[in-house]
Structure formats: C-alpha cells, structure tokens
C-alpha cells in the first residue's frame, strides 16, 4: 500500500515541482499565465544565442515557451524528470516545430545532477533554465547548502551562454491589481548588488525596489525568497517578471541570460 502511495504521489508531484498536478494547473491557469508567458516570449526574444543547438532544463510540457523561440533552435535537447513531459512538449510544440525543421530530442533524467556531464557532450550548445532552479530550494536543507549549489552551476556554466527563468520571490497577495497592469522591470544589480539599475539609468537601493515591486501587487504577509538572487553575475541585466500563479498566490520571476 506504501509503494502503491508513493508511485502516486511521484506521479502527481515528480520532485515537488512537475507531473500531473503541475500540468493540470498549467492547463486551468492558461488565461491567468498569459500575461507572463508573454513577457517570457519578449523577453527571450532579446536574447540571440550563437548556438543552433539548446540544452532545455525542466521545460515540463514548454507550458509558458513560445514556439517560435524554439523554432529559432536546429536541435534541442530536452531534459526534465518528468515521465509526462515529452508527450505533452511535444502536443504542444511538437508538430510546428517538426515541420519548421527543429529536432526536439527528450531525455528524462535529473539534468541539474548530470549537468557537467551534459555540458561536455554539448560543448557548443546554449542552455536554457527553464523555471527549475527556483525550486532547488525545496531539494535542500538549508540556505547555504542552495547558495553553494547554485554557486557550482554557475561556475559549471562558465564559458557557456546560458540563461534561466527562475522563481524569485513568492507570496501571498491581497486583492492584487490585475496583473496587465503591473508589468515587468528591466534592471541590472550593481555595487555587490546592493543597488538597483533600473532601465531609465536611475539608480536605487535593493532593498527600496524589492519593497516597491512587493507593494505593487499588494503582497501579504512574509514572502519566500527562491535564493536565486546571486545566480547571474552582477551588472548582467535581468528582467523582474510578475506571475499570478493562482489568485491569491503570486510570484516575482527573474529572467536572464550571459553569453559566453
Ligand atoms: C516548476 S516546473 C516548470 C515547468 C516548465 N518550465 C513550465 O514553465 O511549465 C519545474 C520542472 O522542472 C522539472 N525538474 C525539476 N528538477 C529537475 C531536474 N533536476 N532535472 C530535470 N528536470 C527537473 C520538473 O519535473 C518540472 O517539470
């Protein structure tokens, strides 16, 4: 009965952050996601990676990639842990990208583990973090054993281009604005991130920004910081994407990329 439950528990949950119960809420919240599946899409748009060849990590089912940004990709290969992701990735962008000419190879493996692996077998290829390192945190203990993962990736990935959609902040909302309204910030971190440059040149504290941004969606209570902050190297400019993950759940996703 006990290896009936956990079966069942693997399948809906895959890690904490993937299998059925994540498609069926990607599914629901498709409408609700939308605004920020397009600020994802713009924003990736931006980024021109040299490399014909993507690494996907934790694409699940590609629920907020646009397939045109794929299209852009000769080959990919991607990777995730979840049994249920390569047939659904592939309902969704499968057929377009098929007949675009873009090869989507599927592996299910845990890709974070076997990354210097990877990295060798794909020396030219780019990688992208497709909202999975946010979620490191529930894999670990406690902060410092995250910061020092998050540090190995980073210094795994040198030389590479590489770039990632992560969980930044999340928390509770009250009576949020709706979320057309609240928008996204380009801004990068400088004087050991200490300080926020937003994109019009004007520079304010970190601590000043995080506390506007939560205000702006009338945050509520204590929010849970992913541990990300550090993971793009200082001066690199990021995107503060909002996502209204359900209702009265919302996130502050940080998106960005470096090139080698
Ligand atoms: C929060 S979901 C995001 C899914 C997808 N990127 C999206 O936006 O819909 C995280 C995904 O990463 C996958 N994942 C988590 N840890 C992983 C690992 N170590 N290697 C490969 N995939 C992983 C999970 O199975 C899940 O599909």
Redesign the pocket.
Known sequence: MKAKTSWLHQKLN??G???LN?HLR?LRSRRLWAPTSEHIGNALNLWRPQSQELLL?????????PTAWLARFRIIHA????AL?APLFHQRHGRRLKGIGTQVVHHR?????ELPHLLSQHPHAALWF???LG?LRYVHRDEVELAEQLKRIRSQLKHRSWGSVHDWLSGAVQSPPPIQSVGCHWVHLNDQGLKVCRADGTNVRTSDEIQRLLASVHANGVWQDHGCQEMFPLNTRRCWIPWSFSAQHWHWLELGWVNA
Do not use: E, K, Y
């Open positions: 895959v890690s952050t993937g299998g994540w990607a990590i934790g694409p699940s089912a590609g629920w907020m990639l990777f995730d842990l979840d992701a493996m845990d890709a974070i583990a497709d909202n999975v979620q």
